[in-house]
Antibody, heavy 122, light 111 residues
Framework: EVQLVESGGGLVQPGGSLRLSCAAS????????MQWVRQAPGKGLVWVSL????????NYADSVRGRFTISRDNAKNTLYLQMNGLRAEDTAVYSC???????????????WGQGTTVTVSS | QSVLTQPPSASGTPGQRVTISCSGS????????VNWYQHLPGTAPKLLIY???QRPSGVPDRFSGSRSGTSASLAISGLQSEDEADYYC????????????FGGGTKLTVL
């Protein structure tokens, strides 16, 4: 079964750090671009970050650039999101998704995890 | 505020046809096809429509998509109670090295 399972969420104080993980199974993880998407309470889906198959291409939403770092370990079939300098507005459910991309665009996020909850509060 | 604009709510009775609109710009919908997702709270978003009007395996043909210029729409025919969910449009945006943009979501209520 093709599956993505996120972990690592929790309650953290403003300014703190968390590392999210996304474990992939049932498909050739190293052949796909991967995305992180978040949903704040009562709000819609918002793109956070992307990474290409070998980790040489990354991009970030302006709201997290310089604070978050996306990475992957293809040997472990795992995607990561290192989140530093967390703010209250980062509170959200974070989901990873598999994507189909070329060198110029991405086309569809077709497999998603259920997400892990990050709460930033004192 | 989302980059793509969707109505916050839509409704219909069982058997009806409903449409949900999604408006964007030249750098996203105007240049790339639109994907549609169905999302129930606490679950993973489900890809309903991709590349404008393609359905993944298992998605019934009651769901269809279309695009014109910088706008797109999702149509659901033969509305069923299990269609009650949040629906999001998404498109690739060419600006800033490329990234995904989403609509704010439309809550569909089956009356």
């Amino acid at each position: 079964e093709v599956q993505l399972v996120e972990s690592g969420g929790g309650l953290v104080q403003p300014g703190g750090s968390l590392r999210l993980s996304c474990a992939a199974s049932g498909f050739a993880f190293s052949s796909y671009w991967m995305q992180w998407v978040r949903q704040a309470p009562g709000k819609g889906l918002v793109w956070v970050s992307l990474i290409n198959e070998d980790g040489s291409i990354t991009n970030y939403a302006d709201s997290v650039r310089g604070r978050f770092t996306i990475s992957r370990d293809n040997a472990k079939n795992t995607l990561y999101l290192q989140m530093n300098g967390l703010r209250a507005e980062d509170t959200a459910v974070y989901s990873c998704a598999r994507d189909h991309c070329s060198s110029t665009a991405c086309y569809r996020m077709d497999v998603w995890g259920q997400g892990t909850t990050v709460t930033v509060s004192s | 505020q989302s980059v793509l604009t969707q109505p916050p709510s839509a409704s219909g009775t069982p058997g009806q046809r409903v449409t949900i609109s999604c408006s964007g710009s030249s750098s996203n919908i105007g240049s790339h096809t639109v994907n549609w997702y169905q999302h129930l709270p606490g679950t993973a978003p489900k890809l309903l429509i991709y590349s404008g009007n393609q359905r993944p395996s298992g998605v019934p043909d009651r769901f269809s998509g279309s695009r014109s210029g910088t706008s797109a729409s999702l149509a659901i025919s033969g509305l069923q109670s299990e269609d009650e969910a949040d629906y999001y449009c998404a498109a690739w945006d060419d600006s800033l090295n490329g990234f995904w943009v989403f609509g704010g979501g439309t809550k569909l209520t089956v009356l």
